[in-house]
């Protein structure tokens, strides 16, 4: 039997400052869990067991620390540890983990340039991580232009970038950046049906390419 868990993640939470456009229309965490949400009802019509790491918008107890930064650090153990614990309760060869975000270009002050999707993967990554990375790639360039963007991309499909939910979880992990919330024709297309649609269908068919090809 092929790998049949997917953890899905989400980004951030609502106390953590920035991490949404210069006009504060778009929410990066509220994007991200209900792409999360949606992405994980599909696959569960599929016959995939899908787990999400934290819905909440808001920290729980065991995040809550003396100022964000504090926070964010213990949200983050939070979610390394539960996808660690799924890992070990199904075994970490039958689970992948993809955490869902939307990238920025710069402080969230003003409008910036670069648009487009991409994925990271960890600079330790197995295999299994690159190749959950290129499927979750090509996936995004089967949904067009306004997905993929105007960034330059490596030829491996993916990015390389040291952080800390892709070095500690022990599955096959991969971070996606879902176009840019810092560009107003990005941040204009993912509030659209047609963007939201886009951006949980290459998710699904990511997943799926992969789960199929390692069956």
């Given at each position: ?8 993640g989400?980004a ?7 991490k ?8 990066e965490?509220?994007?991200s ?11 569960d019509?599929?016959g995939?067991?899908?787990?999400i ?11 809550k ?6 926070e ?57 991580s ?12 089967n949904?067009?232009?306004?997905v ?6 490596p ?11 892709l ?6 992990a ?6 840019f919330?810092?560009n ?5 297309f993912?509030?659209s ?5 886009a ?11 992969y ?5």
């Amino acid at each position: 039997m092929g790998r049949k868990i997917i953890i899905l993640g989400t980004a951030h939470l609502s106390t953590t400052p920035g991490k949404c456009s210069p006009d504060g229309k778009f929410k990066e965490y509220a994007f991200s869990r209900k792409v999360a949400e949606s992405v994980a009802d599909i696959l569960d019509q599929k016959g995939y067991s899908v787990f999400i790491d934290y819905m909440s918008n808001k920290p729980c107890q065991q995040m809550k620390g003396s100022d964000w930064k504090q926070e964010q650090s213990r949200e983050l153990s939070y979610r390394k540890d539960f996808v660690n614990s799924i890992c070990k309760k199904f075994g970490k060869d039958k689970c992948i983990y993809v955490s869902i975000h939307v990238d920025a270009a710069g402080n969230g002050s003003k409008w910036m340039e670069a648009r487009g999707f991409s994925v990271r993967v960890s600079p330790k990554a197995s295999e299994e991580s690159r190749k959950l990375a290129r499927c979750l790639y090509g996936s995004a360039q089967n949904e067009g232009p306004d997905v993929t963007g105007n960034r330059a991309v490596p030829k491996e499909k993916y990015w390389v970038q040291n952080l800390y939910i892709l070095n500690e979880t022990v599955c096959p992990a991969v971070l996606t950046e879902n176009l840019f919330q810092d560009n107003v024709k990005d941040v204009g297309f993912l509030m659209s049906e047609k963007g939201y649609n886009a951006i949980v269908n290459l998710h699904v068919n990511g997943i799926v390419e992969y789960m199929e090809n390692n069956d």
